[in-house]
């Protein structure tokens, strides 16, 4: 157990639908990161938030949203969504949310399905 | 931003051999470089880590070499065990203070 949580494990839904992915992150950790894997893409930075606020910008889609709430929890919010958007989503979490040398604890993943 | 090259996709090897696992990257501005282990069903989770103020890192059976000359490094692992076989994933801190990481390579340990 890494230390961040991650619910749902598991979500099917259907194309046009809305989901919301939440993390809890690693207890002392302010700053959480969101990343999409799929098969051919590999790991995409997402979005990072650090103690409430938008930190970093990564290749996130406009039907896409984030926050992270005063209790540092975050959600992923993923709207209108395509089959294409089928994919793991994960969550990882650090101490600090400066530039670059942030060592990131991952969650275990949700992994999304869209028919 | 940055750009990261890893090779090879995919590694077989013998059970007690090395394996090698290589990446490249773009920013030359990078100063940390951390290597990813993920297990299927799992999230990454590091192995081991290099800043740019060093040239080798080693922790029991893994190592990592830097080249910042070249915009390089790699990931050793000696002695190759089952429980080795996994993607692993070498990342690179991109300009927007993210990691972007590498495609990963998918290592198998034959018995």
């Known amino acids: 157990d890494s230390g961040v949580t991650q619910t749902p494990k598991h979500l099917i839904t259907a194309t046009g639908q809305r989901v919301t992915l939440r993390c809890s992150p690693r207890s002392g950790d302010l700053s959480v990161y969101w990343y999409q894997q799929s098969l051919d893409q590999g790991l995409q930075f997402l979005i990072q938030y650090y103690n409430g606020e938008e930190r970093a910008k990564g290749n996130i889609l406009e039907r896409f949203s984030a926050q992270q709430f005063p209790d540092l929890h975050s959600e992923l919010n993923l709207s209108s969504l395509e089959l294409g958007d089928s994919a793991l989503y994960f969550c990882?979490?650090?101490?600090?949310?400066?530039?670059?040398?942030?060592?990131?604890?991952f969650g275990a993943g949700s992994r999304l399905t869209v028919l | 931003g940055e750009n990261v090259e890893q090779h090879p996709s995919t590694l077989s090897v013998q059970e007690g051999d090395s394996a090698v696992i290589k990446c490249t990257y773009s920013?030359?501005?990078?100063?940390?470089f951390p290597w990813y282990k993920q297990e299927l069903g799992k999230g990454p989770q590091l192995i081991i880590d290099?800043?740019?103020?060093?040239g080798e890192k080693k922790d029991q059976r893994i190592a990592v070499t830097l080249n910042k000359t070249a915009k390089h490094f790699s990931l050793h692992i000696t002695e190759t065990q089952p429980e080795d076989s996994a993607v692993y994933f070498c990342?690179?801190?991109?300009?927007?203070?993210?990691?972007?990481f590498g495609s990963g390579t998918q290592l198998t340990v034959l018995p």
């Open positions: 920013d030359s501005a990078s100063n940390y």
């Open positions: 990882a979490s650090s101490v600090t949310g400066g530039y670059g040398a942030n060592v990131l604890t």
């Open positions: 990342a690179a801190p991109g300009s927007a203070r993210q990691l972007t």
């Open positions: 290099i800043r740019s103020n060093v």
